[in-house]
């Protein structure tokens, strides 16, 4: 790629003044030769892995990011699925998950990802046992985060998989009530997982990546909600759009600079740009500010679905123009506790759970960091954090990018029957598409 003169200063500017940042640049490391028949084994062999191969992840990340003045915000790892590799191996994977985080702090990573099963159709008897190990094991670490998928298009959805997975949070919540039920804010429940997502909690290194790789999440919510507040209030809707389409342009580009040169540096194949809006606490990087820049009072008001699904099509459209190595999520993330303009949304109560639903179907990212009344049942329970003791109208802090969040109203009409039905949703017709 080859850059102008024009274009670099105006990264600086948006580095500068719109809160430009590369969100994160994610090592996937395969530890699928680590795995032994013993998980103490397995767990020195894992530690000795990700030390190795991430040591310089870090100090090569930051280097660049000061040569090239664009700040990178975490440095992460997502690792090979952990129920894999306690298949067949003897001992407790809380173990393995604890091994997994140590080495992550002793690299220096923000985060590290994969303590996951794969369970769209089913559970084998090693991963029935490694669910009931998820809440102990992302309680007890710091650093280490799990997530389970639990239907794909082409599968269906696993009801009985969806029915653990409100009791794991449940006791997941439990387990770390002193601090908000914590634990949770780590864990992802999804539909269709990508193997090639850099983002947190979800990460993990698919079975269909190579060794290692280098991923890159872009992020940038609060360059393009400045660009929609300085455009014209009566600039038509496709227009807008072709705004937006533009600076993502230049943020895939961004990212991909920094991703392709960590790669040279570290001697790791470049994976994908994933082209998610990204929000953070800090107020203007916010993806409900820049639904109201388009023009609604507040984020959840009549009309946001179709605004949210212009914004991910335009960000879609865009990144796909400025790289070949689009990949990831590429949507617009929604998390009530990282969006300060969703956090005052949902206190205003122009944002309820219902229309956060509603916009799962055009963001490609589901329901994320919405914390509800620790007295919700398991069964209603998705990828939210019921946190203990908290009532509807309370704050919960979780600190860093995690942020705070509103105790927000569940919809109080029981789902139980439903959910205790079991089986697995058929998939729809259209997965019969080749």
């Not at 990178?72 to 393995?96: C, F, H, Q, W, Y």
């Not at 864990?187 to 290194?205: L, Q, S, T, Y």
């Not at 609604?296 to 605004?307: D, I, K, L, V």
């Not at 802090?397 to 079991?422: H, T």
């Amino acid at each position: 790629m080859e850059y102008s003169q024009a274009e670099i200063l105006q990264t600086v500017r948006m580095t500068e003044m719109e809160h430009l940042d590369i969100r994160t640049v994610t090592l996937g490391l395969s530890l699928l030769d680590c795995a032994t028949d013993s998980i103490e084994n397995t767990a020195a062999r894992v530690r000795e892995k990700i030390e190795s191969v991430a040591a310089n992840l870090v100090s090569t990340v930051d280097q660049i990011g000061d040569e090239i003045g664009i700040r990178v915000a975490n440095k992460r790892i997502a690792i090979t699925p952990v129920s894999i590799l306690t298949e067949g191996a003897r001992g407790n994977p809380v173990d393995l998950a604890r091994a997994i985080d140590e080495a992550a702090g002793a690299v220096g990573v923000d985060f590290i990802g994969g303590y996951s099963a794969l369970v769209h159709k089913g559970f084998t008897r090693n991963e029935s046992d490694f669910l009931d190990s998820i809440p102990a094991a992302l309680a007890s670490t710091e650093r280490l985060c799990g997530s389970i998928n639990a239907a794909t298009t082409r599968a269906g959805i696993n009801m009985d998989a969806v029915a653990r997975v409100g009791r794991l949070i449940k006791e997941a919540a439990e387990l770390t009530r002193d601090r908000g039920g914590l634990a949770c804010a780590k864990f992802v429940c999804f539909a269709n997982a990508v193997e090639d997502n850099p983002f947190m909690a979800g990460a993990f290194h698919g079975i269909g990546e190579p060794e290692a790789v280098l991923n890159v999440g872009v992020s940038g919510p609060g360059v393009v909600n400045h660009a929609v507040q300085q455009a014209p209030k009566d600039l038509p809707l496709h227009e807008l759009a072709e705004v937006i389409k533009k600076l993502s342009f230049k943020l895939a580009r961004a990212g991909e600079l920094v991703g392709r040169e960590a790669a040279r540096r570290l001697g790791i194949p470049f994976g994908i740009i994933d082209l998610s809006l990204a929000p953070t606490p800090v107020p203007g990087d916010s993806v409900a500010n820049i639904l109201e820049a388009m023009g609604f009072e507040r984020a959840g008001a009549h009309g946001t679905t179709a605004a949210l699904a212009m914004l991910t099509d335009a960000v879609k459209k865009g990144g796909a123009m400025a790289s070949n190595a689009v990949g990831g999520m590429s949507g617009a993330f929604i998390p009530v506790s990282e969006d300060a303009g969703m956090i005052e949304a949902a206190r205003a109560g122009a944002l309820s759970l219902e229309k956060l639903e509603a916009w799962t179907s055009v963001c490609s990212v589901g329901i994320d960091m919405v914390a509800v009344p620790g007295s919700t049942s398991a069964e209603t329970i998705a990828r939210i954090i019921p946190v203990p003791g908290r009532e509807v109208g309370e704050m919960v802090e979780f600190g860093g990018l995690l942020g705070s969040a509103p105790i927000m109203a569940v919809n109080r009409f029981s789902s139980d029957q439903f959910i205790r039905r079991g089986g697995r949703i058929p998939a729809p017709v259209h997965s019969l598409r080749n």
